[in-house]
């Protein structure tokens, strides 16, 4: 069994499914994924997030904002623990830091990521972090607010080794995309390559960035099994072995997901 530990249910591409939301979950399911983890990224789609988790028992959630959504408007502390109360939200994120496209916001980002980051500790959850362009601040405010019981993930992780093991000291946990498929992610292959399996967890971050050989069109959570498969075979193990693993880390890292783990 897999878990995929970040998609965007809300924003998938469904003309294949008609439409239908739950043809793509049916789908994964048919593939051995056991649960997905729908991520929230702003004020504006918490609602939409949190209710395709209501509806379908295969979803759990986050509630958060995302760096380059600070824009639109940050959640509060209050705000973002009232929302962790929800029985089916078992994260905070995404947030985070983003200074690729600009820094001009980048006072924002850090104070909605404190904000997240404090607010996660307070609520016993666990923090999903994007992170791009901004290693020593994004390690920084986790060293500062964050709180390394419940610590967190770096998801779509796509930065050095130095970043993913400072991050695995501090309890982080590094989760990997279909980005490590593409021919040109070497630095990648090498960092996937040292991540001890207990720190590992697989994504898809559908409908962004689909594995070869699914490269170029609208990314699902049912190819999160490309992602494990390429995985294993990088480090040169089994993939039920990679796919036990991830999921039980995911569990580790998601207790409250596990309450809804259905048979």
């Known amino acids: 069994m897999l878990v995929d530990s970040h998609c965007h249910l809300d924003r998938l591409?469904?003309?294949?499914?008609d439409g239908q939301l739950s043809a793509a979950i049916d789908a994964a399911l048919a593939r051995d994924i056991q649960q997905l983890l729908c991520v929230g990224i702003s004020v504006n789609n918490r609602e939409a997030v949190v209710n395709i988790a209501e509806q379908?028992?295969?979803?759990?959630?986050?509630?958060?904002?995302h760096p380059c959504d600070v824009q639109e408007g940050l959640a509060s502390m209050d705000d973002l623990i009232q929302w962790s109360e929800h029985p089916k939200v078992v994260a905070l994120g995404e947030s985070g830091l983003d200074y690729y496209y600009s820094e001009d916001d980048k006072v924002l980002q850090q104070e909605s990521f404190a904000i997240h980051l404090e607010a996660a500790s307070r609520a016993q959850l666990p923090v999903i972090v994007h992170t791009r362009d901004a290693r020593e601040d994004t390690l920084a405010l986790i060293k500062e607010h964050g709180n390394q019981e419940t610590a967190g993930v770096l998801h779509c992780f796509t930065e050095n080794w130095d970043m993913a093991k400072k991050a695995i000291d501090m309890n982080y946990m590094i989760s990997i995309s279909g980005i490590v498929t593409f021919k040109n992610?070497?630095?990648?292959?090498?960092?996937?390559?040292?991540?001890?399996?207990?720190?590992?967890?697989v994504e898809t971050d559908s409908p962004y960035l689909a594995p070869v050989p699914h490269r170029g069109k609208s990314n699902e959570p049912q190819y999160v099994r490309e992602v494990a498969q390429y995985i294993a075979e990088l480090k040169q193990i089994p993939f039920e072995s990679l796919a036990e693993t991830t999921t039980n880390n995911f569990y580790r890292l998601f207790p409250k997901a596990l309450q809804h783990l259905t048979s």
């Open 56 to 65: 379908y028992s295969q979803v759990v959630a986050s509630v958060g904002v």
């Open 185 to 201: 992610a070497h630095e990648l292959k090498e960092v996937v390559k040292k991540i001890p399996m207990d720190r590992l967890l």
């Open 13 to 17: 591409k469904l003309e294949k499914y």
